[in-house]
T-cell receptor, first 115, second 111 residues
Framework: EAGVAQSPRYKIIEKRQSVAFWCNPI?????LYWYQQILGQGPKLLIQ????????DSQLPKDRFSAERLKGVDSTLKIQPAKLEDSAVYLC?????????????FGEGSRLTVL | GNSVTQMEGPVTLSEEAFLTINCTYT??????LFWYVQYPGEGLQLLLK?????DKGSNKGFEATYRKETTSFHLEKGSVQVSDSAVYFC??????????FGDGTTLTVKP
């Protein structure tokens, strides 16, 4: 079974530029998550999708971050314009469903450096 | 909101030493409890889980018991190996499908 795929693995941009990250979850997983992990901290939830609907985006900085999951499969996370404090690893995770016993399956992450 | 407090690291142990990493949490409802591990250069992966009070999750010699009365889920291993060197994350998962992660505890095991 293929795991969660993310790209690109690494991205370096100047502040005020834009960047997009892509995630393809495990086949059949209805729930998809984007997390931000700053160095030395645990992952922080940015947005949760159930199929193609948003379940929780309360922690997403909507003035600069956007995410979509148009067909309920793969997803894109965009940052525009980027700030220095956006330097982090962006993790995509998926689960079979959002229920209480749901194990999360993570991709390897996309490391963003903003200069 | 939900929160997790993990034992601060880094933790450095000699091979075959006993390991405890403390984790306490606050969460709405009755969460399932997970430990995830991140080995160097790899993504996070599930280490073990427990879904109800007094359940013990176990995997690869690691154990953790769901203690509802103290809202804790401490990770233990009787004899660590060099290959256990990694970052460990405690994460309650609520019925709403939300996982909250601690800041992680870095373990280094020396031969």
């Amino acid at each position: 079974e293929a795991g969660v795929a993310q790209s690109p693995r690494y991205k370096i941009i100047e502040k005020r530029q834009s960047v997009a990250f892509w995630c393809n979850p495990i086949s059949g997983h209805a729930t998809l998550y984007w997390y931000q992990q700053i160095l030395g901290q645990g992952p922080k939830l940015l947005i949760q999708f159930q199929n193609n609907g948003v379940v929780d985006d309360s922690q997403l900085p909507k003035d600069r971050f956007s995410a979509e999951r148009l067909k309920g499969v793969d997803s894109t996370l965009k940052i525009q314009p980027a700030k220095l404090e956006d330097s982090a690893v962006y993790l995509c995770a998926s689960s079979w469903q959002g229920g209480g016993t749901g194990e999360l399956f993570f991709g390897e992450g996309s490391r963003l450096t903003v200069l | 909101g939900n929160s997790v407090t993990q034992m601060e690291g880094p933790v450095t142990l000699s091979e075959e030493a006993f390991l405890t990493i403390n984790c306490t949490y606050t969460a709405t409802g009755y969460p399932s409890l997970f430990w995830y591990v991140q080995y160097p250069g790899e993504g996070l992966q599930l280490l073990l889980k427990a879904t109800k009070a007094d359940d013990k999750g176990s995997n690869k010699g690691f154990e953790a018991t769901y203690r509802k009365e103290t809202t804790s889920f401490h990770l233990e291993k009787g004899s660590v190996q060099v290959s256990d060197s990694a970052v460990y994350f405690c994460a309650p998962h609520t019925n709403a499908g939300k996982s909250t992660f601690g800041d992680g505890t870095t373990l280094t095991v020396k031969p």
